[in-house]
C-alpha cells in the first residue's frame, strides 16, 4: 500500500508570494492533516479535513487554508507568504476508525526568501 | 490547551545501552497517547497506547501509559546506531477529531 505522498518535495519563495502543496493520502484513508514542523516550535497543528470539510483549525492566521477533493487528496495554501512561514509541511491521513494512528509524509520544505 | 512535555531534550548513549524517554501530558478529553520516531523527514508511527499500565512492546521498543499520572515512557534497549532520531510524543483528545498534540520530541544519538 502506497503511503502519504506530498509534493513537492523542496519549494523556494519570495515574499509576498503564494503556495499550494499538495498530498495524497493512503488509499482509504479519509482525514487528512496539515501540520507546520519549525526548529523553534516543532510540529504544530494546522488543520484537518474529512469528507471534504474543515472538522479542526488551528491557531495559524487566515493566511493559511486548505481544502479536500471527493478522492480525499488534500491542498493547503499559503498566501502573502512571510520569512517565518520557511518550515517543513507535514501531512498525516488516518483511517478515522476508533484511535487509528496519524500516518506522514515525507514533508515539503517550504524556504521563504 | 492541551499540553505535552518531553524529556530529556537529547540524550546520547553509546550501543548496547538502555534508554527511558519520558513524556507528561495535560489534555481535557485523552483519547490517546502516541509515540513517533523521526529520523530524516516523515514522522513514523510507533505506539498508540490507550490503557494504563499495558506495555506495548515492539522489538527492542516497548511503551507504557499511566493516565492518573498523566506519562509515558518509552524504553529501547540494546540500543543501535539506527536509533538515533528524534522521538515525539502526541496526545489525541476526544474533542479534537484526529488533531494531534505534540512535545518538542527527544533527540536520541547512539555512538557506536
Known sequence: KAGVTQTPRYLIK????????????ISG????????QTPGQGLQFLFEYFSETQRNKGNFPGRFSGRQFSNSR?????????????????????????????HFGNGTRLTVT | EDKVVQSPLSLVVHEGDTVTLNCSYEV???????????EKKAPTFLFMLTSSGIEKKSGR???????KELFSILNI????????????????NNNAGNM?????????????
Open chain 2, 77 to 92: 534497549t540494546a540500543t543501535q546506531t539506527g536509533d538515533s532520531a528524534i522521538y515525539l510524543c502526541a496526545v489525541g
Open chain 1, 29 to 36: 484513508h479519509r482525514s487528512v492533516s496539515w501540520y507546520q
Open chain 2, 28 to 38: 481535557t478529553n485523552f483519547r490517546s497517547l502516541l509515540w513517533y520516531k523521526q
Open chain 1, 14 to 25: 519570495t515574499r509576498g508570494q503564494q503556495v499550494t502543496l499538495s498530498c495524497s493520502p
Open chain 1, 74 to 102: 488534500s491542498e493547503m495554501n499559503v498566501s502573502t507568504l512571510e520569512l517565518g512561514d520557511s518550515a517543513l509541511y507535514l501531512c498525516a491521513s488516518s483511517s478515522d476508525t476508533n484511535n487509528s494512528p496519524l
Open chain 2, 61 to 67: 521498543l516497548s511503551s507504557i501509559l499511566d493516565k
Open chain 2, 100 to 112: 494531534l498534540t505534540f512535545g518538542g520530541g527527544t533527540r536520541l544519538m547512539v555512538k557506536p
